[in-house]
Nanobody, 123 residues
Framework: QVQLRESGGGLVQVGDSLRLSCAAS????????VGWFRQAPGKEREFVSM????????YYTDSVKGRFTISRDNTKNTVWLQMNSLKPEDTAVYYC????????????????WGQGTQVTVSS
């Protein structure tokens, strides 16, 4: 099992940027798909982005395409989510995930989850 710890969340203004980091400990990080989900108050958890184990294939939900960029460094057991041009609707708790399998149409099932980091975008 892999343990995940997110960092980098905070309170920002509309149009600002944030970079979320997720550090993994345990075995197997480099061989599995990893990514990010988010959950806004009163809403269901939603997929944000995923990256293949080699880092050569990325997936994004439509609402963040062109604004968010996912990346990873397997030598550091770390995945990042660069978030630019932030909007109030990006406000949510962001969760790092590991060992994710795709079931089509950006539906994912992941084995491991972090505790989450809060992102708040103020207008």
């Amino acid at each position: 099992q892999v343990q995940l710890r997110e960092s980098g969340g905070g309170l920002v203004q509309v149009g600002d940027s944030l970079r979320l980091s997720c550090a993994a400990s345990g075995r197997g990080f480099s061989a599995r798909v990893v990514g990010w989900f988010r959950q806004a108050p009163g809403k269901e958890r939603e997929f944000v982005s995923m990256i293949s184990w080699k880092g050569d294939i990325t997936y994004y939900t439509d609402s963040v395409k062109g604004r968010f960029t996912i990346s990873r460094d397997n030598t550091k057991n770390t995945v990042w989510l660069q978030m630019n041009s932030l909007k109030p609707e990006d406000t949510a708790v962001y969760y790092c995930t590991h060992a994710c399998i795709n079931f089509g149409s950006n539906r994912w099932n992941c084995d491991d989850w972090g505790q989450g980091t809060q992102v708040t975008v103020s207008s």
